[in-house]
């Protein structure tokens, strides 16, 4: 709970209480993604924290500067005078503004945390973490979450979007400013079992949900009462409010919302393998946001001029309409455009290798194929997006992530989600030692997973461990190279040939004859794939194989 909403509503009280009016000292760095305020006549400091899998801000009573190994930032900061520290009203977002009204912005947005300078115009003149496509923007341009209210009913919409979700889910959705824990704890004070579909509550049992939704909220905006729930001498969970699902565990109450926050950092800190494991899964999910939203614009861009469809008809009915005039051999042709009934004369290329008659007929196949490519690109916008969804999602429940527990619990409930981005889990809820699964990933048509591996032991390893019955196997044929699968529980509908063809041209680009016109590939069901005792890494024998033939190429991204 260090980031969410509530915890920051009042972490924002706090720093203002203690720091407005005081002048800045420095600001500093001397750890990775941590950025510290210090001030002048105070030893207190107020410590901000961006990296991915470790967001925070609070106050310390005392801080010591390294010597050595820290930098000095947002220089124009030093020497000013706070005016107000406050929080957005929907949103984890604290502004720190300063007497000349210019202001620091710390975004707490998991993975895309940062902390922006803000001049009197709104313009985003300096960064703690660079990013150049954010500075000298206008903050207004900046995406802000809207977070609706607490609904005071579920109207049928509500239920038709998020009916077949398990109800801890679907809350998730309703009430995006709770977050897991407080999510967890709304449903331990009502009574409900998370599990069950949202659908399948009954309407009292509803009305008790949101009743209990709007009085927790009532009393996260109540003055604090910071604690640290531990289990032994392992804290558990940091709370601004006393959780009943944890009323088994021993607490310690603090007096400040600060104070609270440093001792429980203090101990979870030492959970490194927890931390790095988080890592290292929003580091896959970061990348496939990135690349998805790269597709998109990509896409779109490709939209505007894609369809030549009309273009290519025009062509073709024009072409028909005067086959007499026009001879084999002619590079173009001149017509009226009866078409749309203007008295312009378009010129038509021509193909001096075929017939009139050929040409026009070409023209009316270029039509169907781009009208064929304009649904495929319409129909992997869609999917996309979709997958750009589900793994937002999954990045913004990972920002509750503290303890070993949350990690297992976080991977048991998306288990699913995790496989299609290439992420393996065990069913206890704890990731595999290979759970980043060292191959090259792609993407193919109907939003199927493409793997391909990279060396003789690690094609051993994909074709041996990573490669269920059913899925589709891919290998150039007679010549050294990847071993390749596709993945057919990964996307939407039935492997298409398309598909298929994308899959067998990554083995062929893969292999010893990429530089060739056409590859022949093998392809059969991962289980007629074998790997006979004693052969060398990277050598399996095959059953009931087809030959491909496709040339190497890689999918678009």
Same mark, same amino acid.
């Given at each position: 709970?260090?980031?969410?909403?509530?915890?920051?509503?009042? &972490?924002?009280?706090?720093?203002?209480?203690?720091?407005?009016?005081?002048?800045?000292?420095?600001?500093?760095?001397?750890?990775?993604?941590?950025?510290?305020?210090?001030?002048?006549?105070?030893?207190?400091?107020?410590?901000?924290?961006?990296?991915?899998?470790?967001?925070?801000?609070?106050?310390?009573?005392?801080?010591?500067?390294?010597?050595?190994?820290?930098?000095?930032?947002?220089?124009?900061?030093?020497?000013?005078? &706070?005016?107000?520290?406050?929080?957005?009203?929907?949103?984890?977002?604290?502004?720190?503004?300063?007497?000349?009204?210019?202001?620091? &912005?710390?975004?707490?947005?998991?993975?895309?945390?940062?902390?922006?300078?803000?001049?009197?115009?709104?313009?985003?003149?300096?960064?703690?973490?660079?990013?150049?496509?954010?500075?000298?923007?206008?903050?207004?341009?900046?995406?802000?979450?809207?977070?609706?209210?607490?609904?005071?009913?579920?109207?049928?919409?509500?239920?038709?979007?998020?009916?077949?979700?398990?109800?801890?889910?679907?809350?998730?959705?309703?009430?995006?400013?709770?977050?897991?824990?407080?999510?967890?704890?709304?449903?331990?004070?009502?009574?409900?079992?998370?599990?069950?579909?949202?659908?399948?509550?009954?309407?009292?049992?509803?009305?008790?949900?949101?009743?209990?939704?709007?009085?927790?909220?009532?009393?996260?905006?109540?003055?604090?009462?910071?604690?640290?729930?531990?289990?032994?001498?392992?804290?558990?969970?940091?709370?601004?409010?006393?959780?009943?699902?944890?009323?088994?565990?021993?607490?310690?109450?603090?007096?400040?919302?600060?104070?609270?926050?440093?001792?429980?950092?203090?101990?979870?800190?030492?959970?490194?393998?927890?931390?790095?494991?988080?890592?290292?899964?929003?580091?896959?999910?970061?990348?496939?946001?990135?690349?998805?939203?790269?597709?998109?614009?990509?896409?779109?861009?490709?939209?505007?001029?894609?369809?030549?469809?009309?273009?290519?008809?025009?062509?073709?009915?024009?072409?028909?309409?005067?086959?007499?005039?026009?001879?084999?051999?002619?590079?173009?042709?001149?017509?009226?455009?009866?078409?749309?009934?203007?008295?312009?004369?378009?010129?038509?290329?021509?193909?001096?290798?075929?017939?009139?008659?050929?040409?026009?007929?070409?023209?009316?196949?270029?039509?169907?194929?781009?009208?064929?490519?304009?649904?495929?690109?319409?129909?992997?916008?869609?999917?996309?997006?979709?997958?750009?969804?589900?793994?937002?999602?999954?990045?913004?429940?990972?920002?509750?992530? &503290?303890?070993?527990?949350?990690?297992?619990?976080?991977?048991?409930?998306?288990?699913?989600?995790?496989?299609?981005?290439?992420?393996?889990?065990?069913?206890?809820?704890?990731?595999?030692?290979?759970?980043?699964?060292?191959?090259?990933?792609?993407?193919?048509?109907?939003?199927?997973?493409?793997?391909?591996?990279?060396?003789?032991?690690?094609?051993?390893?994909?074709?041996?461990?990573?490669?269920?019955?059913?899925?589709?196997?891919?290998?150039?044929?007679?010549?050294?190279?990847?071993?390749?699968?596709?993945?057919?529980?990964?996307?939407?509908?039935?492997?298409?040939?398309?598909?298929?063809?994308?899959?067998?041209?990554?083995?062929?680009?893969?292999?010893?004859?990429?530089?060739?016109?056409?590859?022949?590939?093998?392809?059969?069901?991962?289980?007629?794939?074998?790997?006979?005792?004693?052969?060398?890494?990277?050598?399996?024998?095959?059953?009931?194989?087809?030959?491909?033939?496709?040339?190497?190429?890689?999918?678009?991204?």
């Amino acid at each position: 709970m260090i980031t969410n909403y509530y915890t920051l509503f009042h &972490i924002a009280v706090e720093l203002n209480q203690e720091f407005s009016g005081r002048i800045v000292d420095e600001v500093f760095t001397q750890y990775r993604g941590e950025l510290i305020l210090s001030f002048r006549e105070t030893p207190a400091v107020i410590l901000v924290g961006c990296e991915p899998a470790n967001n925070y801000i609070y106050a310390r009573k005392t801080f010591a500067r390294a010597h050595r190994n820290s930098t000095n930032l947002f220089s124009e900061v030093h020497g000013m005078m &706070i005016e107000k520290i406050s929080i957005h009203p929907t949103d984890r977002q604290i502004y720190v503004r300063l007497k000349d009204e210019r202001e620091l &912005i710390v975004q707490l947005f998991g993975s895309k945390a940062n902390i922006l300078f803000v001049d009197t115009n709104g313009m985003v003149t300096d960064l703690f973490l660079k990013k150049s496509d954010l500075k000298n923007t206008k903050l207004e341009l900046f995406s802000q979450i809207q977070h609706p209210d607490i609904p005071e009913s579920l109207h049928n919409s509500i239920v038709a979007t998020y009916g077949g979700q398990p109800l801890a889910t679907a809350l998730k959705r309703i009430f995006p400013l709770f977050g897991t824990v407080l999510i967890r704890e709304l449903l331990t004070r009502v009574g409900l079992n998370g599990e069950q579909p949202l659908a399948d509550v009954l309407e009292n049992e509803i009305d008790r949900l949101l009743n209990s939704a709007q009085r927790l909220k009532e009393e996260l905006l109540s003055p604090p009462s910071p604690r640290v729930y531990s289990n032994g001498t392992s804290p558990v969970r940091f709370s601004i409010i006393p959780l009943q699902h944890l009323n088994e565990f021993e607490f310690q109450k603090y007096e400040s919302v600060s104070e609270a926050i440093y001792t429980f950092r203090a101990h979870v800190h030492h959970e490194k393998t927890i931390l790095h494991e988080k890592v290292e899964i929003m580091k896959v999910l970061e990348r496939e946001r990135d690349h998805t939203e790269r597709t998109l614009q990509k896409i779109a861009a490709e939209a505007e001029t894609s369809s030549r469809a009309a273009l290519y008809e025009k062509f073709g009915k024009l072409l028909i309409a005067q086959l007499h005039l026009i001879k084999k051999g002619d590079t173009t042709a001149l017509a009226e455009d009866f078409v749309d009934r203007s008295d312009e004369l378009i010129e038509v290329p021509l193909d001096p290798h075929l017939t009139p008659a050929k040409n026009a007929e070409r023209y009316f196949e270029k039509a169907g194929k781009s009208r064929h490519a304009v649904e495929e690109q319409r129909q992997r916008a869609a999917e996309l997006t979709e997958r750009q969804k589900s793994v937002s999602q999954l990045l913004t429940r990972m920002e509750d992530i &503290i303890t070993a527990d949350d990690l297992h619990r976080f991977v048991e409930e998306n288990r699913k989600e995790l496989l299609k981005f290439g992420l393996k889990t065990k069913k206890s809820g704890q990731l595999k030692k290979e759970e980043l699964l060292p191959f090259r990933l792609f993407t193919v048509a109907g939003g199927f997973q493409v793997w391909a591996g990279k060396s003789g032991e690690n094609n051993d390893l994909l074709s041996t461990r990573h490669t269920a019955k059913n899925d589709l196997w891919f290998h150039a044929r007679g010549v050294g190279g990847s071993h390749v699968v596709l993945k057919v529980g990964t996307g939407k509908g039935e492997v298409s040939k398309q598909a298929i063809e994308q899959a067998a041209a990554i083995a062929a680009y893969y292999s010893k004859m990429k530089n060739s016109k056409l590859v022949p590939v093998a392809m059969c069901e991962g289980k007629y794939v074998r790997k006979p005792k004693g052969v060398p890494a990277g050598t399996v024998t095959l059953e009931r194989e087809k030959t491909l033939f496709v040339e190497p190429a890689l999918p678009q991204p």
